[in-house]
Each structure stands twice: as structure tokens, then as C-alpha cells.
């Protein structure tokens, strides 16, 4: 496989001394951000971290941990941030694959994470207004740190505000069919997890004993559930963001209506690729990275148990030529994993991401595998770590072999597709 093309270097930046804190847009200090508010879903007081297994996560569903700040534990930000610099790397240097005019005047980055990419793009794009939005805290003042002081305002929100149960009985006997090593980026692989009849729009959490007494007369009507923003975006940017949601087409049809008209989507996402066969032999009994391969089943499985499946189906065009969206475009960066590569700054990114592919093994697959567990099992922590160590081994002796020339290269599959709101639509 061949690598694209070399990128512009990007020091991995280390943590610094933070500046002095900035409040999040959910304080209710800044009247600035009320132009940009969804309505909210949270505050930083409804927030209770979930300690599983030694890592900390933000609520019950969401499959990756989070950063904790009282223990500072950075693993899980230390990590994005390198595969914010691949992404970055991929592009050659470029934030985004969308042609930008200099007049853009608001941006959104859902699930903003960290902020890389909205601290980034800031600085690019000093005039534009830009949010970004997570539903968990994440240290921004040392991303501010690292990647530079800039203008964004930060909303700590849920947008998966559709809130449907998900009934998973009969996936089992549909996981069986599927192959998840080839079609992981076909729409609705085994199609989408089985709504339930309820449709609960999300409510905060209100356990006190008046809320239990409803006064008919005094209900005010509902808003249907959305994001209802006050103010549309010329562009809204989602990284990352695979099993995140639930149903995509409740998110893209969202999205549509949060844009201004000509206004893009983008969305960037990457997959392990195919994993490379040995050149003399296409045996499947004897496929290389045995471990790897079966802990990658297995994460599929238990995302599509867990309601929200992995994988990169959710960039299929389909579901935003559904949403509305025109002059849809995709694009795909190889990356290579490991320092096989005769270029030096392949090799050098390469090397990234690597780092990135072995700290994903325990990111990704802890939660999914004890909670929800395969189409077979649910797993202890301990059975995990084990296997992941061995999938790491593998991972790296490929690399080695690689390197030696004496196996194929692997590569990591990086992708972006774009879409625009019709300069018509109302
Ligand atoms: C893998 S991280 C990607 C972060 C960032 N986009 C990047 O590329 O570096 C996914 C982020 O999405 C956030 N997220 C997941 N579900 C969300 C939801 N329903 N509402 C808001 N944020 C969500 C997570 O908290 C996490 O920070």
C-alpha cells in the first residue's frame, strides 16, 4: 500500500503550565455565547465520571474514557492529541478538506474533545466565531496551552439528545452472517440496532419529590427533540466520532438544519484498513495477527450490541444525500502504521501512529467488551489485558517484518467526506 503524500512535521507537543482557567459557555457568566447555544442538556454539575476498570468515563453509554482532572489523567487526551496531528499530518497541514472563504463567520466542531481542531482552526480563521462542543470536560486549558490562545467557546452539552433505547435480542444471529474485516464501511451493515417503541426526548435529571406532582394546566409544550440553535453555522465539523450515536440519520438531518444555506458539513474518521495477508499465502486459517483479528470481531460486536455501532458506515454518502446535502465529496489518506515506509516523513508519522493504534487497543475495547461483551460472552478486564498485550505483540512484529521488507505494509485508512446545504433551502 502506498502511504500519500509527506505532511509538514507537527511537534507532539508536551503538557505545559496552564494559563489562567476560562469558564465554559454552561457558567451562565458570558453573555457572548448566547448567539451559539443549543438547548442545554447539561451542566458541568450533572456530570458524574464512571470509574470502570481504571478508566474514568462520562456518562453510561459513550465507549471511550475520558481525561480526569483530580488525577490527572491524561492518557485518554494524550492520545487524541497525537491523532489530531496525524489527521493534520494527512492533510498535508490542512485543518479540513472544505474550501473555507475568508468571510466564514461560524464554525462548529461537535464533540470537540480536547479542541485541537477548534484551537486550530481559530487561529486559521481569527474572524470566525467558533464552538465547540463536548459533553464531557476535557482539559482545554492545557490544549490552549499547547496549540495556541485562541477565540473559541467551549459548551459542555449532550447532543445525542434523541435519547432511544436500542433492542439488540436478535442481533446475534445477524452478527453471525457479517464480516466485519470487509464491509466496515457499507451503510447499515447488519442495518441499523432495532428502535424501541419509546421515543423519550432527553430531560435533565430531576429527582427532587415537587417534580413528582405535574400540574396539568401549567405543562408548557415540549420542544421536538434537536439542537435547536440560535444562530446557523457556515460549517460543522465532526472528527472522531464513530459510536457516538445511535442513529445517524436523526444527526445529518440535524445538522442540515443548524447550517446556513450554502454551509458545509464535514465529517473525518479512520479505520485500521485492511489488515495485510502475507504475500505467499492466502489461507484464512493462517491469517497473520490472529489475536488482533479476533479482539477487532469482537469490538464490533459489542459496539452493535452496545446500540452504537463502530465503524465508518456513518460516512456512507447516502446517509447525507438523504439529509439533503449536495456536491458530496470523499477522501482517503493511507497512513502508514509503523516506520516501514522509505520516506522520512512517512515513517515518521507512521511511527505516530503506531503509538496511537497501540493505545486505541484499551481505549476502545475495555468498556465495550466487560459491559455488553461479544455475540458470545462478556469479558473480565483481566482476559482483555491479556489478550490486548498479545495483539500488541503482533502488531509490532508485523511492524518489524515490515520494516525488514520481509511482510506488506500496513496502512490505516483516513477519510473526510463534505457536503453543502443547497444555497436555497429555507
Ligand atoms: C474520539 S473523541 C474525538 C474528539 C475530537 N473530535 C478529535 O477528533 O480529537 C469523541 C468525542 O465525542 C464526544 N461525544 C461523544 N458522544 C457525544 C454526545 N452525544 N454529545 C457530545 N459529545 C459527544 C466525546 O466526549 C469525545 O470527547
Redesign the pocket.
Known amino acids: 500500500m502506498d502511504p500519500g503524500q509527506p505532511p509538514p512535521e507537527d511537534p507532539v507537543a508536551p503538557h505545559t503550565a496552564s494559563p489562567p482557567k476560562r469558564q465554559r459557555a454552561d457558567s451562565g457568566s458570558s453573555t457572548s455565547i448566547e448567539s451559539s447555544r443549543s438547548v442545554r ?1 447539561l451542566t458541568s454539575d450533572d456530570l458524574e465520571y464512571i470509574h470502570e476498570n481504571g478508566r474514568t468515563y ?2 453510561e ?2 465507549y ?1 474514557p ?1 481525561v480526569y482532572l483530580p488525577e490527572n489523567d491524561f492518557k ?1 487526551q494524550d492520545r ?2 497525537l ?2 496531528q496525524i ?1 493534520v499530518h494527512a492533510l498535508q497541514g490542512k485543518l479540513t478538506t472544505t474550501r473555507l472563504l475568508l468571510s466564514t463567520r461560524r464554525i462548529l ?9 477548534a484551537v486550530a482552526m481559530a487561529r486559521q480563521y481569527p474572524q470566525a466565531e467558533v464552538v465547540g ?4 470536560e ?1 482539559d482545554l486549558d492545557t490544549t490552549e496551552a499547547t496549540f495556541g490562545d485562541c477565540r473559541v467557546t467551549w459548551e459542555l ?5 434523541w435519547g432511544r433505547e436500542t433492542v439488540v435480542d436478535d442481533l446475534a444471529a445477524r452478527l453471525a452472517q457479517y464480516d466485519f474485516f470487509t464491509e466496515t464501511t457499507h451503510r447499515n451493515p447488519i442495518e441499523s440496532p432495532t428502535r424501541s417503541e419509546l421515543n423519550h426526548p432527553h430531560t435533565h435529571p430531576d429527582t427532587s419529590v415537587e417534580s413528582l406532582t405535574i400540574d396539568l394546566s401549567n405543562l408548557e409544550p415540549q420542544p421536538e427533540p434537536g439542537w435547536h440553535f440560535s444562530d446557523e453555522f457556515d460549517l460543522i ?9 445511535a442513529h445517524w440519520e436523526d444527526v445529518y438531518a440535524e445538522i442540515y438544519k443548524s447550517l446556513s444555506p450554502g454551509g458545509w458539513i464535514e465529517i ?1 474518521d479512520y479505520d485500521l484498513g485492511q489488515v495485510p495477508l502475507p504475500a505467499d499465502n492466502h489461507d484464512p486459517s493462517a491469517l497473520p495477527m490472529p489475536t488482533l483479528r479476533k479482539l477487532y470481531k469482537a469490538l464490533m460486536e459489542a459496539s452493535f450490541k452496545s446500540g452504537r455501532p463502530l465503524g465508518t458506515f456513518y460516512m456512507h454518502p447516502s446517509y447525507l444525500e438523504e439529509a439533503g446535502f449536495t456536491d458530496i465529496k470523499t477522501m482517503h489518506v493511507n497512513v502508514p502504521i509503523g516506520q516501514w515506509a522509505d520516506d522520512e516523513a512517512q515513517r515518521t508519522i507512521g511511527k505516530l501512529m503506531l503509538v496511537v493504534v497501540m493505545e486505541t487497543f484499551e481505549a476502545s475495547l475495555l468498556r465495550l467488551l466487560t459491559k455488553w461483551g461479544d455475540r458470545e460472552r462478556v469479558w473480565t478486564a483481566e482476559e482483555l489485558k491479556a489478550e490486548i498485550a498479545v495483539a500488541q505483540q503482533e502488531v509490532g512484529d508485523w511492524c518489524v517484518k515490515a520494516e525488514r521488507r520481509e511482510v506488506e505494509g500496513w496502512c490505516a485508512s483516513f477519510k473526510w467526506i463534505t457536503g453543502r446545504k443547497s444555497w436555497h433551502a429555507i
Open positions: 442538556t462520562g456518562n453509554t459513550y471511550l475520558c485518554e487524541l492529541s491523532q489530531h489527521f466542531d461537535i464533540g470537540t474533545g480536547p479542541g485541537h481542531w462542543i463536548d459533553m464531557t476535557w452539552d449532550d447532543l445525542d439528545v465539523h465532526l472528527r472522531n466520532m464513530k459510536g457516538s450515536f473525518a
